[in-house]
């Protein structure tokens, strides 16, 4: 289980993610989580930080799908002007989520990264099919109840795992 939990990589945001080390690991395909990942779990729309930085990784020829937990609604606003394949109410860690966006994506997991600030559900979800993963710092510490929960027990395993 604690191998299923450590992610290939760590940034403290994703806008510092190295895209030439994803491209060095024959990446071409990248699964992306939205709140607090690229935005604030309350930010409604993608911003110019997010948008830059989805633009940077399709300068390189990076192909991206959006996977998130939340509402079709709140992924549909966010994908307004990006207008990129999403899934919405993935329930993430399942696998299935992550095998339909390689689907969209056409990729298979030798070439698709996970990109996600939770062990519990980005990362979990990417390892249990062998996909690069990469954990990112929660852009916000403002969350849902659930996910401050969350956030305790990851800092826990984060500890176990670092020793």
């Not at 002007?81 to 999403?86: K, M, N, R, S």
């Not at 969209?104 to 099919?129: E, M, S």
């Not at 990469?134 to 916000?140: D, F, K, M």
Request: with cysteine.
């Amino acid at each position: 289980m604690k191998k299923l939990l450590i992610p290939d990589m760590h940034y403290e945001s994703v806008f510092s993610i190295d895209i030439g080390i994803l491209k060095q690991n024959g990446i071409e395909g990248i699964i992306i989580d939205i709140d607090n990942t690229l935005v604030a779990w309350d930010t409604k729309e993608a911003d110019e930080k997010a948008l830059n930085f989805i633009k940077s990784l399709q300068e390189e020829n990076l192909k991206i799908c959006m996977i998130s937990n939340n509402t079709r609604k709140r992924v549909e606003k966010f994908n307004e002007i990006l207008a990129l394949p999403a899934i919405h109410k993935a329930g993430k860690p399942k696998t299935s989520p992550f095998l339909k966006a390689m689907k969209l994506l056409q990729t298979d997991k030798k070439n698709t990264a996970v990109i996600g600030d939770q062990l519990f559900t980005d990362i979990l979800g990417g390892n249990r099919i062998g996909l690069f993963t990469i954990l990112v710092t929660p852009i916000s510490p403002k969350e849902f109840i659930w996910t401050r929960f969350m956030r305790k027990i990851e800092r826990f395993v984060l500890k176990k795992i670092i020793k």
